[in-house]
């Protein structure tokens, strides 16, 4: 064959360069088979027997379409496509259902909270207003402050101490990380009502506090401490050996080499040990209430007096048993969700890595 | 006092009970560069990383024996580890720039790290990309994050991190073996400017670029459960063209390892 010189020119991409996607027509049929075949007798035989929703997605639905995937694996790809088709409908039918829990339970807080929701639900008090006390009037900003200053103040402790915690159980070869390990294991197995309990009997009880919000939050730290240490402990542990190697062959000290290679390294880990640590506690109710009386009014002083927090606002306002009541616990339950969404989003965008913004910006 | 720059007196390494590295005693004359040759597993990595005190991060090491950098004990009582590792800077097998710094962060990474401001940070930028050879190829962006490098260039980029700390000696562990024949050849001729004014040492398992480039070289051995050991040293001609030990010259001639 003659040696010769090819001129490469680039050619714009064919329609379909992903030929690995490529589906044949029975792939095709037999999938939408398998998706209508199974909706349409449930739906028939919901409409004619009456058979409850749910009764029948497991016991009309499911097996059904188990029955059509695995045709429909073996219909396409011969023997080895039945295990396929199982695993896919599981995995699909699975996944959808939790997602039909999660989308049912967002929409009913919305659904219901929504009716209480309004700008002055938003930022105004609750002082004047009783449970028959028309949505007018009142909210639940005293609430929202509440919850911001008691885990703020759990926040303040919990940070600090999870990640050194977290750095001493990656950074060190100390003969106590056993114990702690299993210390930190303990402690996120316990019931948030203990924790209640305990800052109860052992400062409120004892005389040497009152119900305050400083309170709360001391119930709230034992909560918060392990979910911190041991999210922050798994994102130190992923960064490279070689990046702290690299750091400490410069000649750097540990600790600078922790605070300027790994901690950097670590980052949107660390921001997400906190998120984790603020969602396990902003929603818990049973330590607040052994912890802090609810207040009605604006109170920014956790040291002193009652204090609302959003948790503590739901539980009252739905034992009021009103139906005005009831309407503003679900308008709480719904602030909260909103509050929560606004936070992880907010600490989302800020853990991005710095490099995918610089790319961004080219 | 020694004559040699850098030098060692039967240094012992264990990891656990088990014994690794046997009596070396190996001396590293001012402005040469000395590799260190031998198959996977005889502790030539090891061995370098007692050189700048990188070993006692490892759990479950042992070490006894001697480091002189210039007549001083690396390992006596009063050194701070930080100080030798200032001193002898080190290149590792992959390509570690920190990612979450840009090109030029990275390369005077080793100032703040260890607390040193320095007023001509810039032109140190420049200089020690200059020296690691990158300057051109990088002077335009110098504000990209590091990774965005190449793997040839990111090596280089280690390098030149550790050239801003001005380094009596540079130790490089395999420093080639993860690049490309073309970033090889570039950091090959970074090591010959830069032995004019430093003293290398290299661990690698190429013996075309251990004869380009070292002027003495190591034979390390570890056989059959035995602790590694130096088998043969001297000048690099002599090791591959005239060895004395029959193993020497079975490895050096690719018949066993």
Redesign the interface.
């Known amino acids: 064959m003659e040696a010769r010189l090819n001129n490469v020119t680039a050619v714009e991409r064919p329609k379909n360069a992903q030929p690995w996607t490529n589906m044949g027509p029975r792939v095709r049929i037999s999938s939408i088979l398998t998706i209508v075949i199974p909706a349409a007798v449930f739906a028939l035989t919901l409409l004619f027997t009456g058979m409850d929703f749910m009764a029948g997605l497991f016991t009309v639905f499911l097996p059904l379409q188990l029955l059509m995937g695995g045709w429909a694996g073996f219909y396409s790809f011969g023997k080895r496509g039945i295990t396929d088709g199982l695993l896919l409908v599981v995995t699909f039918f699975l996944s959808l259902f939790v997602f039909v829990l999660l989308a049912s339970v967002l929409w009913s807080v919305i659904q219901s909270g929504f009716a209480a929701l309004s700008p002055h639900f938003i930022y105004q008090n609750n002082v004047y207003v009783s449970g028959k006390t028309g949505l007018e009037i009142g909210g639940v900003g005293h609430a929202i402050l509440g919850t911001i200053i008691t885990v703020g103040i759990s926040m303040l402790v919990t940070v600090p101490l999870g990640i050194a915690t977290a750095v001493y159980l990656t950074e060190t070869r100390d003969f106590g990380r056993g114990i702690v390990r299993t210390l930190l294991q303990a402690m996120s197995a316990l019931p948030s009502v203990v924790s209640g309990l305990f800052i109860y009997s052992m400062l409120i009880l004892s005389g040497w506090s009152g119900y305050s919000g400083l309170m709360g939050s001391l119930a709230l730290i034992p909560l918060m401490l392990p979910t911190v240490a041991r999210v922050a402990e798994e994102s130190l542990r992923l960064v490279p050996k070689d990046l702290r190697n690299g750091a400490l062959a410069l000649g750097a000290p540990s600790y600078r080499a922790f605070f300027m290679v790994t901690l950097p390294a670590a980052q949107s880990g660390i921001v997400t040990a906190v998120l984790l640590g603020i969602a396990r506690v902003i929603g818990e109710t049973a330590p607040i209430l052994l912890t802090m009386t609810l207040a009605n009014g604006t109170n920014l002083n956790p040291l002193e007096g009652g204090m609302a927090t959003l948790p503590g606002y739901i539980f009252n306002y739905i034992l009021l048993g009103d139906p005005t009541s009831i309407a503003r616990a679900w308008g709480a339950a719904l602030v909260l969700l909103i509050f929560v969404g606004i936070l992880f989003a907010a600490a989302r965008i800020a853990s991005s890595p710095k490099k995918a913004k610089k790319r961004s910006a080219k | 006092m020694a004559n040699f720059h850098l030098e060692t007196k039967d240094v012992n390494v264990w990891f656990g009970a088990r014994h690794v590295l046997s009596n070396v005693n190996l001396q590293f004359p001012q402005n040469e560069v000395t590799a260190l040759i031998g198959p996977s597993g005889c502790g030539k990595s090891t061995f370098i990383r007692t050189l700048?005190r990188?070993h006692e991060?490892i759990?479950g090491a042992g070490f006894a024996g001697e480091v002189l950098l210039d007549g001083q004990d690396i390992y006596g009582q009063a050194v701070d580890p930080?100080?030798?590792?200032?001193?002898i800077?080190?290149v590792?097998q992959?390509p570690?720039?920190?990612?979450?710094m840009s090109i030029k962060e990275n390369v005077i990474?080793?100032l703040?790290?260890?607390?040193i401001s320095r007023p001509d940070a810039g032109d140190l930028v420049e200089q020690s990309l200059m020296r690691a050879s990158m300057w051109n190829e990088v002077k335009d962006r110098l504000n990209?994050?590091a990774?965005?490098l190449s793997g040839g260039q990111q090596q280089r980029l280690?390098i030149a991190?550790?050239l801003a700390?001005n380094p009596n000696v540079l130790l490089m562990d395999e420093p080639c073996s993860a690049l490309d024949p073309g970033s090889t050849r570039r950091i090959e001729e970074t090591i010959l400017e830069l032995k004019e004014s430093m003293t290398i040492v290299i661990v690698t398992h190429n013996m075309q670029q251990a004869q380009r480039i070292s002027d003495s070289t190591a034979f390390f051995l570890a056989e059959d459960n035995t602790p590694g050991h130096v088998v043969e040293f001297g000048k690099t001609e002599q090791i591959f063209y005239g060895p004395i030990d029959p193993r020497t010259n079975e490895y050096v001639n690719g018949r066993f390892g």
């Open positions: 700048n990188m991060l759990p930080v100080d030798v590792r200032v001193k800077g080190m590792f992959k570690n720039p920190f990612p979450t990474s080793g703040k790290l260890s607390g990209d994050p990774i965005s280690c991190r550790s700390m």
